[in-house]
């Protein structure tokens, strides 16, 4: 499904990942535990160490493609620090397995690019999409609930995904909202009488919020724990409707790097087995309800 109206926001983001944060592993910003210095003590996650010698001391290099609230952001105590669910969870996944982790930025749209040619090892949690998979493996462990961002007040009164008929979405260059929810519900309003649903399309979530922020986008499709954190930090914004997503979301890895997909899988089963994971997932906000047993794809 082609739109009639594509409004393209380009970003002064460059496409090569720029060198980024490397101080948030060396600090901890949740008070959960299991914490990372449990789980490098721990029996199963020495013996993983074991299993993977070639991990042990190297610094994974984790690539971000914009910030997500509740998944990874700037700290506001210490904008060095990354902090988030992804960050809690790739303490913990680096310490069970004796490496480290530093962080690049860039733009969303090349973040797999940059992953399956080995310029960073690793994602943040993503939408694992068959589109996706064509590109790149996940360790997956999370179901998805999209939320929404709204102005203040609802001034457009979008209560439900069946009142985005003639509105403007804001959605990054190729999520699954712009790939997938938008255009099917876009060809639903069509098929009714109704208008098309338009999309602004942007590089990264910072972009989107600063679309519904100024009015080119009336909103914002995201993640419901992203939605919630970012309407939280920002009292021109609200959380609006929740939408069920058939769908889970992983940390992407180079389909060849098979030893790290591999460790990462094992590491993710202890998290998830000594009850982290869930514990993570309320004080981050997606919700503990969110786990899934952990899997791979790709």
């Not at 902090?83 to 397995?97: A, K, M, Q, T």
């Not at 939408?127 to 998979?133: C, G, K, P, Q």
Request: glycine residues 8%; neutral net charge.
């Amino acid at each position: 499904m082609k739109f009639a109206r594509i409004a393209i926001l380009i970003s002064g983001i460059t496409g090569t990942l720029l060198a980024g944060l490397s101080s948030a592993h060396a600090a901890s910003t949740d008070p959960i535990t299991p914490t990372a210095s449990d789980f490098a003590a721990m029996a199963q996650c020495k013996a993983l160490q074991t299993k993977y010698p070639s991990l042990k001391g190297k610094d994974l290099v984790v690539g971000l493609g914009g910030y997500t609230k509740g998944f990874e952001a700037p700290s506001e105590k210490d904008p060095s620090i990354i902090e988030g669910l992804d960050p809690s969870l790739f303490e913990r996944i680096s310490s069970c397995l004796g490496a480290k982790h530093s962080y690049q930025t860039g733009s969303f749209n090349v973040l797999l690019t940059s992953i399956s040619s080995g310029r960073a090892d690793i994602g943040p949690m993503l939408y694992v999409t068959d589109e996706r998979l064509k590109q790149i493996a996940f360790v997956a462990s999370m179901q998805v609930q999209d939320g929404s961002i709204l102005a203040k007040g609802n001034p457009k009164k979008i209560t439900t995904v069946d009142d985005l008929c003639g509105k403007t979405v804001a959605a990054a260059a190729g999520s699954y909202e712009a790939n997938k929810l938008v255009p099917e519900q876009s060809a639903k309003c069509t098929a009714a009488g109704k208008p098309e649903v338009s999309m602004l399309m942007v590089q990264n979530t910072d972009n989107s919020i600063q679309a519904v922020k100024s009015g080119r986008a009336d909103i914002y499709l995201t993640e419901a724990g992203s939605a919630i954190a970012i309407a939280k930090a920002d009292k021109t914004l609200e959380s609006g409707f929740t939408v069920d997503l058939p769908i889970m979301v992983g940390f992407p890895i180079a389909k060849d790097n098979t030893t790290l997909r591999s460790a990462v899988m094992d590491a993710m089963k202890v998290i998830q087995e000594s009850g982290a994971q869930k514990k993570l997932l309320d004080y981050w906000g997606q919700g503990s309800a969110a786990e899934r047993p952990v899997v791979a794809r790709g």
